[in-house]
């Protein structure tokens, strides 16, 4: 409880640790008054925290919000009451008293560093447990299957493997099929939810069947200026197809991405591990030549 006099002192309650909270109390800091800033969360800083880009100027969220939350810190002037809430205010302008009810953390805030173990092992957190989903049965045919075991058999550990393994099935089959992943979570004890995460996060996996040969016509800034839009429509017509579908026959997939890397060779193309630079769209249907059957 932060009790007053009766005559008037110099001492401010602000109420709210977000970045407008912070601001106020740093100003009055600043003007020799002595703040309390009561925020009812663990921390100062609000949720700004949350904000990449701040409109309208499009500044970083952190870099407006860290120097303010440093310099609270450190201010002599401003006490912080954090995870705490106000119940009560009496009293006149001048001369206030003020209840704060300060909720327990269980540790000793001098000693904190925010490590984050007391959460890992706090004793009071409710676990819910949920009955596991049944897992389906895994249809597969056994060539295939030995050839994911055996993939998966290149790497020890659990989830820090995924990648690789990924990796090595799409370098074998061209595509991740769907029980090929089941058998991955099912081996390594790995969640499929977290498998799908990264299967549709990177451009290198496929969740759709794709063709023995992938062209990819880089569309970045280079290559457009010098043609890449062209080059595309040629390998669509050549192939019957549109970006991001495969052939027929399974022979082509064609995509588009951003940038390869190779601006000095621009319009670029990559088919397979093999690249094409400096290319023009008649000199495309020359190159599909190269990887017909």
């Not at 600043?30 to 701040?54: C, F, H, N, R």
């Not at 002037?77 to 206030?96: C, D, Q």
């Not at 069947?209 to 280079?222: D, L, Q, S």
Request: with cysteine; charged share 25%; aromatic share 6%.
């Amino acid at each position: 409880m932060i009790q007053k006099t009766s005559e008037k002192v110099g001492a401010v309650l602000v109420v709210g640790g977000g970045v407008g909270g912070m601001q106020a109390s740093l100003d009055l800091a600043e003007a020799g008054y002595k703040v309390y800033l009561v925020e009812k969360g663990p921390s100062i800083g609000g949720v700004m925290a949350q904000l990449d880009k701040t409109f309208p100027t499009n500044d970083c969220a952190m870099c407006t919000l860290a120097p303010r939350m440093v310099d609270c810190g450190r201010h002599l002037n401003i006490e912080k009451l954090t995870y705490s809430e106000i119940e009560s205010i009496e009293g006149t302008a001048g001369n206030f008293s003020v209840r704060i009810r300060k909720k327990a953390r269980s540790v000793d805030i001098d000693k904190c560093t925010g490590c984050g173990e007391c959460v890992e092992n706090c004793l009071v957190r409710n676990i819910v447990y949920l009955e596991p989903p049944a897992v389906p049965k895994i249809e597969m045919e056994e060539d295939m299957q030995t050839k994911v075991d055996a993939i998966i058999s290149r790497y020890e550990g659990g989830s820090e493997s995924l990648v690789p393994i990924l990796q090595g099935i799409t370098s074998e089959l061209n595509w991740l099929p769907r029980e090929t992943l089941m058998r991955v979570a099912e081996v390594k004890k790995i969640p499929i939810e977290h498998i799908l995460r990264i299967a549709t996060f990177y451009k290198a996996f496929s969740l759709e069947p794709r063709g023995e040969n992938i062209i990819t016509v880089c569309m970045g800034t280079a290559c457009h200026v010098k043609g890449a839009p062209r080059i595309l429509e040629r390998f669509e017509r050549e192939l019957g197809i549109e970006t991001g579908q495969t052939t027929s026959d399974m022979q082509f997939t064609l995509e588009a991405v951003r940038c390869i890397g190779c601006c000095g060779l621009s319009p670029v193309i990559t088919v397979g591990d093999d690249l094409y630079g400096k290319l023009t769209p008649a000199e495309a249907g020359k190159v599909l030549e190269k990887y017909r059957d």
